[in-house]
């Protein structure tokens, strides 16, 4: 089991963060990904469930972090756009179990805001990673 080459920056009198960290600080070579949303690598969307579409999203930032030698435990952050906030809410269960089976137990600092629409209009989740590799 490698050890994460990362920092979680938490103020121990801060409520426990749940999915995500606060604050993430690591020292290395950056790796940044453009908006990531759910369809496969020949750009074909597959399904419309939210939590799929960002289950393939996830894989494919995993696929991207890959060409640069990196892993999902140096994302250090995930910027998450969605054109529902209900659907993301009511998705929660199952967005849970694509996370861990894409990412695993690393949660890095997060953030997640609504947006009227996505380029791609089947698109319902975008994702931006920052990983940093030590």
Avoid: C
Avoid at 9 to 26: D, E, I, Q, T, V
């Amino acid at each position: 089991m490698t050890l994460s080459p990362h920092q979680v920056l938490h103020p121990a009198h801060w409520k426990a963060a749940r999915g995500y960290a606060n604050g993430m600080a690591a020292t290395g070579r950056m790796v940044f990904t453009g908006g990531i949303i759910g369809w496969n690598a020949a750009q074909e969307f597959e399904t419309d469930d939210f939590a799929q579409q960002a289950g393939q999203a996830l894989r494919s930032i995993v696929e991207v972090l890959a060409e640069a030698g990196a892993r999902p435990e140096h994302l250090v952050r995930l910027t998450w756009y969605v054109t529902d906030k209900a659907e993301y809410l009511a998705s929660l269960k199952a967005l849970g179990q694509q996370y861990r089976t894409h990412i695993g137990a690393h949660y890095p600092a997060m953030a997640l805001v609504q947006v009227v629409a996505l380029v791609e209009d089947r698109a319902k989740v975008e994702i931006e990673a920052t990983a940093v590799i030590p």
